[in-house]
């Protein structure tokens, strides 16, 4: 007891507030709703600590969702394709939308939900105004969540680990006086519950939570089993599990589901294999392996863009609402998003048991049985930010999930193609939103989301990219390519020729509407489907070179290369209105709403670079009047869509307007425990906006689509800083400071022994490793470059 009680006594911080301001988000009082939880997670499992006098603990496995695989494929789709087609070519834009409506719907409209798994419930019978000293809170660079008081002159901490290594969720609980602690443990969900019981055995307590997801034909099944080892008495009522007379009490938890184990007895042998190891080996154990394990993530990147000072030391929530009017004062609240953004990935995508998932909209932290949106994998934008920053921040050990998930959505995708559009040449298809069972059919029933086919070609972009960065052939060999090369054989089959071009159709711009002009049918309506809108013309742009990319990297000249050269030649280039902005459709209609959240018409900005100034500097000012005019409107009114602009300035170099969007963004959008919302703390939690606002900061810093260009949008708020740790395509480790607004000093080390160009903010002259820079150097494996300024 006593090694333990000093060592406790020394982990006290000293003053309220001695945290650091860019790695630790804290708080004085308990989450009072759940956008106020400190989240954490393993990559499968998920807990959401309220820190509340009885402590609720939100807890979520990956794979719980509302039922089974339904193919809801609409059996008159092929039909009405062709005449859809044929109306929309004639310009009956009204019939066109409703006909698709009418017969391609997916039959239900929905796939399954992301769904809640209930509670840990720890009552210590003290109340919240006996409670003193109060502090709760998250270091992202540990991934270690603590809440800690005084109750009586006892001092009580509870400190929480999500282990990956160990696969569970771990929780110590203590005081400083021994025998002190006192606390009732359950576990708690409102619904469809088959049993839950607790028991003790040889002192070791057992909380069993056995149910469905939903009381549907086939629902996911799961149990939930939390370990509690005390050095206390334990005794049980049979629903809870008391420990009197503590000091320590730990706990070990998991959840198994009918997902990945099928019965009940080996998804219950997995988690007592798992429960015993962890409670074998002890918390400390647990806990040490996993920071090791996290930090080893979270700290390959260091950030700084100056000091915060006093301003700092305030709680997050507070700090949160300081920001409001005073933003210039708080730096270092930006690096804390950041690395929350980070922490987010980390604790929501890992290389779990297979099948991993990927993180959803809301990551995996979720209270709800009917989520928003249902929590799915959203394919217009969503899925795609959420790895925005896998790459360049170096996380790229969290892509894996993602390909799980196209390795699933791929099967379910080959029979859509072939029953919704007749392809059977091996392509996959995929519209706007999937599930865990890689659903592929049309989701919802609106013209201006649900018929989509371009699921395939979007995600494409991201597992090229991970290559990029990555430079590891054997993934691209082995799992991308074969996903490239189907998602780019869809449209061989599907795409129709209409004046001149290879053109989508019946397709939309997500989630936009233009208003039917005069000769095209229903004058004034609002439609939203339409021949190839521009942003599915990038999109396949970015397909075909990807695939051949993919075909010269590995040393492959078959069809597939050469049919993705052809079609390229033939995809039709972005187009420029009259009035000097990247059109958005087919022709310069008149748009519902100018200020929409998604910059779909310039996807080829970011994060494509069809737009991009270093490749086309037409387009590039093309695609800034785009964003000038939306911006104008009123856009960046969802979370997600504020940080897809700051990454969108980035890509054009106007570091002020990006500082301008953070800004922003941290004004408006995060909820009080660093959530992203749909459009401010009282609204919906999700959690793309987290990622593309950690995307955007490092966009900001570092670019490297054609050349390492770094520093390419540097605000001039931000005049001194360091960063280092970012990753640029070709796989090279960068780290850099700058002082005054001017790059001071960079090292790039490479890790692949690519070639490697370097730019330097807007074109400054420079030395690397002591010799004049005069253009691609060939490096070597291990090699640092150090690039100053001439
Ligand atoms: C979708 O909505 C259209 C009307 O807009 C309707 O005709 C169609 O039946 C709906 N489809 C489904 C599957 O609900
Ligand atoms: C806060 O902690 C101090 C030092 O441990 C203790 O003396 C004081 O009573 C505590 N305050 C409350 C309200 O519990
Ligand atoms: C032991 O627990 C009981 C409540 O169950 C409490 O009244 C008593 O004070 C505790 N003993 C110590 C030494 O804390
Ligand atoms: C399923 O559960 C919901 C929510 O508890 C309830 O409203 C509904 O009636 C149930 N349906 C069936 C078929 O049991
Ligand atoms: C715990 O939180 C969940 C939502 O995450 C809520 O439904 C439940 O009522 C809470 N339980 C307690 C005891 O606060
Ligand atoms: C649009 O198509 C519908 C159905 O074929 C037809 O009845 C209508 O006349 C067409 N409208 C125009 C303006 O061509
Ligand atoms: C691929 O093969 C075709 C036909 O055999 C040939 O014309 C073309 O040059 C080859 N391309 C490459 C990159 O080798
Ligand atoms: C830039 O794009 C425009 C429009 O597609 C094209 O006409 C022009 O040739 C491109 N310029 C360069 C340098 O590629
Ligand atoms: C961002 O820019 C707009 C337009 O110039 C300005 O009105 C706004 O005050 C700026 N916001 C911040 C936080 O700098
Ligand atoms: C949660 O509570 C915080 C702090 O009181 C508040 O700012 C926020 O709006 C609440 N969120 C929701 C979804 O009600
Ligand atoms: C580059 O490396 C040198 C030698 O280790 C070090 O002194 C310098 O601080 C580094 N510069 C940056 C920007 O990291």
């Given amino acids: 007891m006593r090694p333990f009680y000093s060592a406790f006594v020394a982990a006290i911080p000293l003053v309220l507030g001695n945290f650091d301001a ?145 696969g569970v969720v771990a929780v110590r609980l203590s005081s400083s006086q021994p025998g002190s602690l006192n606390v009732a443990s359950s576990l708690a969900r409102d619904r469809y519950v088959v049993s839950n019981q607790a028991a003790v055995s040889s002192d070791i307590g057992v909380l069993t939570l056995r149910a469905y997801s939903n009381n549907v034909s086939d629902p996911i099944q799961f149990t939930t089993e939390a370990r509690i080892v005390s050095d206390g008495r334990a005794t049980s009522n049979g629903v809870s599990l008391v420990v009197r007379n503590a000091s320590t009490v730990d706990i070990f938890i998991d959840t198994e589901t009918s997902y990945r184990y099928t019965t009940r007895e080996t998804r219950e042998a997995e988690i007592k294999d798992k429960l015993e190891t962890a409670s074998r080996s002890s918390f400390l154990t647990v806990k040490q392996n996993a920071i090791t394990d996290y930090s080893t993530l979270a700290q390959r990147v260091d950030l700084n863009l100056g000091s915060s000072g006093s301003a700092g030391n305030l709680p997050t929530d507070t700090r949160l609402v300081s920001y409001r009017t005073d933003p210039d004062s708080d730096p270092e609240l930006a690096v804390l998003m950041f690395h929350f953004g980070r922490h987010s990935l980390i604790a929501s995508s890992r290389a779990t048991e297979s099948p991993a998932l990927p993180a959803n909209l809301q990551g995996l932290w979720n ?264 911006i104008a409107h009123g856009s960046g009114s969802t979370g997600w869509s504020r940080t897809w602009t700051m990454n969108l300035y980035a890509r054009l170099f106007d570091g002020d307007q990006v500082w301008n969007h953070t800004q922003i963004y941290l004004q408006t959008f995060p909820s009080p425990n660093l959530w992203n919302t749909d459009s401010g703390p009282d609204t919906v939690f999700q959690i793309d906006g987290n990622f593309g606002f950690t995307s955007g900061i490092a966009e900001m810093l570092l670019q490297s689509y054609k050349v390492v260009h770094l520093l390419p949008a540097l605000p001039a708020a931000v005049p001194t800083g360091h960063v280092s740790g970012l990753v640029a395509r070709g796989n090279f480790i960068v780290d850099m400071a700058w002082l005054g607004g001017v790059l001071t000093g960079a090292n790039i080390t490479s890790q692949s022994g690519s070639t490697l160009d370097i730019r330097v903010q807007d074109g400054l002259d420079f030395t690397v490793n002591g010799e004049r820079y005069a253009g691609g150097i060939q490096t070597d494996a291990g090699k640092v470059y150090t690039v100053v300024p001439a």
């Fill in 367 to 630: 209270q709800d049985f009917d989520p928003a949106w249902g929590g799915r994998f959203t394919i217009d934008i969503n899925l795609e930010m959420n790895y925005w920053p896998a790459e360049v921040t170096n996380l790229a050990d969290t892509f894996s999930p993602f390909i799980d998930l196209l390795d699933i959505v791929h099967g379910r995708g080959l029979d859509v193609a072939e029953s919704m559009y007749h392809c059977s040449n091996g392509g996959y298809v995929l519209h706007h939103n999937t599930d865990l069972w890689g659903d592929a059919a049309p989701v919802d029933n609106g013209t201006t989301w649900t018929m989509w086919p371009m699921g395939g070609a979007w995600l494409s972009a991201n597992l090229i990219e991970h290559y990029r960065f990555t430079r590891d052939e054997t993934i691209l060999r082995d799992r991308i390519w074969p996903l490239l090369q189907s998602a780019a054989r869809f449209y061989y089959c599907y795409l129709f020729p209409f004046k001149g071009y290879y053109s989508t159709g019946p397709s939309l711009s997500p989630e936009a509407s233009y208003i039917v002009p005069d000769d095209m049918t229903t004058a004034g309506n609002e439609e939203g489907i339409d021949i190839a809108p521009t942003m599915d013309n990038s999109l396949l742009h970015e397909l075909f070179q990807a695939v051949i990319e993919t075909c010269d990297v590995l040393g492959i000249n078959n069809t597939d290369c050469t049919t993705a050269a052809k079609y390229l030649s033939k995809i039709k280039p972005p187009q420029i209105g009259s009035s000097g902005r990247i059109l958005e459709w087919r022709l310069d209609y008149e748009e519902s709403d100018p200020g929409h959240r998604h910059m779909s018409p310039i996807v080829g900005l970011f994060p494509g670079d069809q737009l991009a100034p270093l490749d086309n500097e037409t387009l590039a000012t093309a695609a800034k009047a785009f964003l000038d005019w939306r």
């Fill in 22 to 166: 860019s790695h630790v988000s804290w708080y004085t009082t308990p989450a009072n709703n759940f956008t106020s939880t400190l989240p954490i997670g393993n990559g499968r499992l998920g807990a959401a600590i309220w820190g509340t006098a009885t402590e609720n603990v939100t807890l979520n496995e990956n794979s719980i969702w509302s039922g089974p695989f339904i193919n809801r494929v609409n059996p008159r789709s092929y039909d009405a394709l062709w005449p859809v087609r044929s109306l929309l070519a004639q310009g009956n834009m009204t019939e066109g939308n409703d006909v698709t409506l009418a017969n391609m719907v997916g039959i239900p409209d929905s796939p399954q939900s992301f769904s809640a798994l209930g509670s840990l419930v720890l009552d210590f019978g003290h109340d919240q105004a006996g409670i003193g000293n109060y502090t709760r809170y998250l270091d992202l660079r540990t991934g270690v969540a603590v809440v800690e008081y005084t109750y009586h002159e006892v001092h009580y901490r509870r400190e929480y680990v999500a282990s990956y290594p160990d």
